[in-house]
T-cell receptor
Protein backbone atom coordinates (compact mmCIF):
# COMPACT_ATOMS: atom_id res chain seq x y z
CA UNK A 1 0.00 0.00 0.00
CA UNK A 2 1.45 3.35 -1.04
CA UNK A 3 -0.26 5.21 1.76
CA UNK A 4 -1.97 8.57 1.39
CA UNK A 5 -0.46 10.42 -1.54
CA UNK A 6 -0.43 14.20 -1.73
CA UNK A 7 0.73 16.53 -4.46
CA UNK A 8 2.46 18.83 -4.86
CA UNK A 9 4.85 18.47 -1.92
CA UNK A 10 5.86 22.12 -2.24
CA UNK A 11 4.08 25.01 -3.88
CA UNK A 12 5.25 28.59 -4.08
CA UNK A 13 2.83 31.05 -5.62
CA UNK A 14 2.00 34.71 -5.66
CA UNK A 15 -0.87 36.34 -3.89
CA UNK A 16 -4.06 36.20 -5.92
CA UNK A 17 -3.21 33.01 -7.74
CA UNK A 18 -5.32 29.86 -7.58
CA UNK A 19 -3.84 26.91 -5.73
CA UNK A 20 -5.01 23.31 -6.03
CA UNK A 21 -3.79 20.62 -3.68
CA UNK A 22 -4.46 16.98 -4.43
CA UNK A 23 -4.92 13.87 -2.38
CA UNK A 24 -5.27 10.17 -3.08
CA UNK A 25 -6.48 8.29 0.02
CA UNK A 26 -5.71 4.71 0.86
CA UNK A 27 -7.84 2.32 -1.15
CA UNK A 28 -10.80 1.11 0.89
CA UNK A 29 -10.79 4.06 3.26
CA UNK A 30 -14.14 5.80 3.33
CA UNK A 31 -13.21 8.88 5.37
CA UNK A 32 -10.99 11.65 4.08
CA UNK A 33 -9.80 14.66 6.08
CA UNK A 34 -8.02 17.89 5.17
CA UNK A 35 -5.93 19.54 7.88
CA UNK A 36 -3.86 22.71 7.94
CA UNK A 37 -0.80 23.10 10.14
CA UNK A 38 0.78 26.42 11.10
CA UNK A 39 3.05 27.51 13.92
CA UNK A 40 0.40 29.87 15.26
CA UNK A 41 -2.65 27.62 15.13
CA UNK A 42 -1.23 24.12 15.19
CA UNK A 43 -3.20 21.39 13.43
CA UNK A 44 -6.65 22.49 12.28
CA UNK A 45 -9.32 20.32 10.71
CA UNK A 46 -10.65 22.06 7.61
CA UNK A 47 -13.15 19.57 6.23
CA UNK A 48 -13.86 15.88 6.14
CA UNK A 49 -15.71 13.55 3.80
CA UNK A 50 -17.47 10.24 4.28
CA UNK A 51 -18.05 8.18 1.16
CA UNK A 52 -17.18 11.21 -0.96
CA UNK A 53 -19.78 13.41 0.74
CA UNK A 54 -18.65 16.46 2.76
CA UNK A 55 -19.77 15.94 6.36
CA UNK A 56 -18.31 18.91 8.21
CA UNK A 57 -16.75 21.94 6.54
CA UNK A 58 -17.01 24.25 9.54
CA UNK A 59 -13.22 24.50 9.68
CA UNK A 60 -12.89 25.96 6.20
CA UNK A 61 -11.66 29.48 6.92
CA UNK A 62 -13.34 31.42 4.14
CA UNK A 63 -15.20 31.14 0.87
CA UNK A 64 -11.84 31.29 -0.84
CA UNK A 65 -11.37 27.69 0.25
CA UNK A 66 -13.23 24.82 -1.40
CA UNK A 67 -12.81 21.06 -1.34
CA UNK A 68 -14.20 18.34 -3.54
CA UNK A 69 -14.12 14.58 -3.64
CA UNK A 70 -15.41 13.47 -7.03
CA UNK A 71 -14.68 9.80 -6.34
CA UNK A 72 -13.34 7.50 -3.66
CA UNK A 73 -9.74 7.81 -4.82
CA UNK A 74 -9.30 11.54 -5.28
CA UNK A 75 -9.85 14.80 -3.47
CA UNK A 76 -8.82 18.40 -4.07
CA UNK A 77 -8.48 21.44 -1.85
CA UNK A 78 -8.60 24.69 -3.77
CA UNK A 79 -7.74 28.20 -2.65
CA UNK A 80 -8.83 31.03 -4.91
CA UNK A 81 -7.51 33.67 -4.62
CA UNK A 82 -4.61 32.77 -2.38
CA UNK A 83 -3.24 35.13 0.28
CA UNK A 84 0.05 35.17 2.24
CA UNK A 85 -1.78 34.11 5.41
CA UNK A 86 -2.72 30.85 3.67
CA UNK A 87 0.92 29.80 3.84
CA UNK A 88 0.97 26.53 5.78
CA UNK A 89 1.41 22.79 5.45
CA UNK A 90 -1.78 21.12 4.30
CA UNK A 91 -2.29 17.49 5.23
CA UNK A 92 -4.67 14.96 3.84
CA UNK A 93 -5.56 11.93 5.95
CA UNK A 94 -7.83 8.96 5.48
CA UNK A 95 -9.42 6.30 7.64
CA UNK A 96 -11.70 3.34 7.42
CA UNK A 97 -14.98 3.25 9.30
CA UNK A 98 -14.60 1.23 12.47
CA UNK A 99 -10.81 1.17 12.36
CA UNK A 100 -10.64 4.57 14.03
CA UNK A 101 -7.09 5.29 12.93
CA UNK A 102 -5.99 8.20 10.78
CA UNK A 103 -3.27 7.75 8.19
CA UNK A 104 -1.64 10.98 7.06
CA UNK A 105 -0.02 11.95 3.82
CA UNK A 106 3.37 13.66 3.75
CA UNK A 107 1.76 17.09 3.37
CA UNK A 108 1.83 19.93 0.87
CA UNK A 109 3.84 22.95 1.95
CA UNK A 110 2.26 26.10 0.51
CA UNK A 111 4.03 29.44 0.41
CA UNK A 112 2.08 32.44 -0.84
CA UNK A 113 4.27 35.47 -1.56
CA UNK B 1 -16.80 20.44 24.85
CA UNK B 2 -14.77 17.36 24.15
CA UNK B 3 -11.08 18.13 23.78
CA UNK B 4 -7.55 17.08 24.50
CA UNK B 5 -4.89 19.13 26.27
CA UNK B 6 -1.16 18.67 26.07
CA UNK B 7 0.79 20.23 28.91
CA UNK B 8 4.08 21.72 27.83
CA UNK B 9 4.65 22.81 24.26
CA UNK B 10 8.39 22.11 24.57
CA UNK B 11 10.13 19.36 26.50
CA UNK B 12 13.89 18.81 26.68
CA UNK B 13 15.52 15.67 28.02
CA UNK B 14 19.04 14.33 28.03
CA UNK B 15 19.88 11.31 25.93
CA UNK B 16 19.16 8.22 28.03
CA UNK B 17 16.75 10.01 30.35
CA UNK B 18 13.07 9.29 30.86
CA UNK B 19 10.65 10.88 28.41
CA UNK B 20 7.27 11.97 29.78
CA UNK B 21 4.80 13.83 27.59
CA UNK B 22 1.48 14.73 29.15
CA UNK B 23 -2.01 14.52 27.69
CA UNK B 24 -5.38 15.00 29.35
CA UNK B 25 -8.78 14.64 27.75
CA UNK B 26 -12.16 16.01 28.68
CA UNK B 27 -15.04 13.70 27.98
CA UNK B 28 -17.86 12.01 29.80
CA UNK B 29 -17.60 9.04 27.49
CA UNK B 30 -14.46 6.88 27.34
CA UNK B 31 -12.78 7.78 24.10
CA UNK B 32 -10.25 6.25 21.78
CA UNK B 33 -6.89 7.86 22.43
CA UNK B 34 -3.85 8.16 20.22
CA UNK B 35 -0.33 9.45 20.13
CA UNK B 36 1.11 10.55 16.82
CA UNK B 37 4.68 11.60 16.05
CA UNK B 38 5.78 14.07 13.40
CA UNK B 39 9.38 14.17 12.29
CA UNK B 40 10.64 17.29 10.50
CA UNK B 41 9.09 17.79 7.07
CA UNK B 42 6.97 14.68 7.36
CA UNK B 43 3.35 13.80 8.02
CA UNK B 44 2.05 12.46 11.31
CA UNK B 45 2.65 8.79 12.07
CA UNK B 46 0.73 6.69 14.55
CA UNK B 47 2.79 5.82 17.63
CA UNK B 48 0.13 3.99 19.60
CA UNK B 49 -3.60 3.71 20.16
CA UNK B 50 -5.82 2.99 23.15
CA UNK B 51 -9.07 1.19 22.42
CA UNK B 52 -10.11 -0.07 25.89
CA UNK B 53 -8.52 -3.49 25.51
CA UNK B 54 -5.73 -2.70 27.98
CA UNK B 55 -4.89 0.41 29.97
CA UNK B 56 -1.15 0.18 29.21
CA UNK B 57 -0.50 0.47 25.53
CA UNK B 58 2.82 -0.25 23.91
CA UNK B 59 3.75 1.49 20.70
CA UNK B 60 6.60 1.69 18.28
CA UNK B 61 10.15 2.79 19.11
CA UNK B 62 9.87 1.82 22.78
CA UNK B 63 7.09 4.27 23.64
CA UNK B 64 4.12 3.39 25.80
CA UNK B 65 1.15 5.20 27.28
CA UNK B 66 -1.17 4.47 30.17
CA UNK B 67 -4.85 5.28 30.18
CA UNK B 68 -5.98 6.51 33.60
CA UNK B 69 -9.70 7.11 33.67
CA UNK B 70 -9.67 8.62 37.17
CA UNK B 71 -7.19 11.25 36.01
CA UNK B 72 -8.57 11.52 32.44
CA UNK B 73 -4.98 11.19 31.29
CA UNK B 74 -3.03 9.36 28.62
CA UNK B 75 0.61 10.31 29.17
CA UNK B 76 3.32 9.08 26.83
CA UNK B 77 6.55 7.67 28.24
CA UNK B 78 9.80 6.12 27.14
CA UNK B 79 12.38 4.88 29.67
CA UNK B 80 15.44 6.07 27.77
CA UNK B 81 15.47 8.87 25.22
CA UNK B 82 17.36 8.49 21.98
CA UNK B 83 18.51 11.29 19.71
CA UNK B 84 16.19 9.99 17.01
CA UNK B 85 13.19 10.64 19.28
CA UNK B 86 13.46 14.37 18.67
CA UNK B 87 10.16 15.28 17.01
CA UNK B 88 6.73 16.80 17.54
CA UNK B 89 4.26 14.62 19.42
CA UNK B 90 0.50 14.95 19.20
CA UNK B 91 -2.14 13.48 21.45
CA UNK B 92 -5.51 12.88 19.79
CA UNK B 93 -8.96 11.64 20.77
CA UNK B 94 -11.92 10.27 18.87
CA UNK B 95 -15.23 8.58 19.51
CA UNK B 96 -17.11 5.91 17.66
CA UNK B 97 -19.63 8.21 16.03
CA UNK B 98 -18.62 10.70 13.40
CA UNK B 99 -15.11 9.39 13.14
CA UNK B 100 -13.81 12.84 14.03
CA UNK B 101 -10.37 13.22 15.54
CA UNK B 102 -9.40 16.04 17.86
CA UNK B 103 -5.71 16.84 18.18
CA UNK B 104 -3.81 18.55 20.94
CA UNK B 105 -1.51 21.45 20.22
CA UNK B 106 1.56 19.25 20.16
CA UNK B 107 4.72 18.91 22.26
CA UNK B 108 8.11 19.43 20.72
CA UNK B 109 10.66 17.01 22.17
CA UNK B 110 14.33 17.94 22.15
CA UNK B 111 16.94 15.35 23.10
CA UNK B 112 20.20 16.75 24.39
CA UNK B 113 23.36 14.72 23.76
Amino acid sequence: DAGVIQSPRHEVTEMGQEVTLRCKPISGHDYLFWYRQTMMRGLELLIYFNNNVPIDDSGMPEDRFSAKMPNASFSTLKIQPSEPRDSAVYFCASSRAGANVLTFGAGSRLTVL
Amino acid sequence: AQSVTQLGSHVSVSEGALVLLRCNYSSSVPPYLFWYVQYPNQGLQLLLKYTSAATLVKGINGFEAEFKKSETSFHLTKPSAHMSDAAEYFCAVSWETGNQFYFGTGTSLTVIP
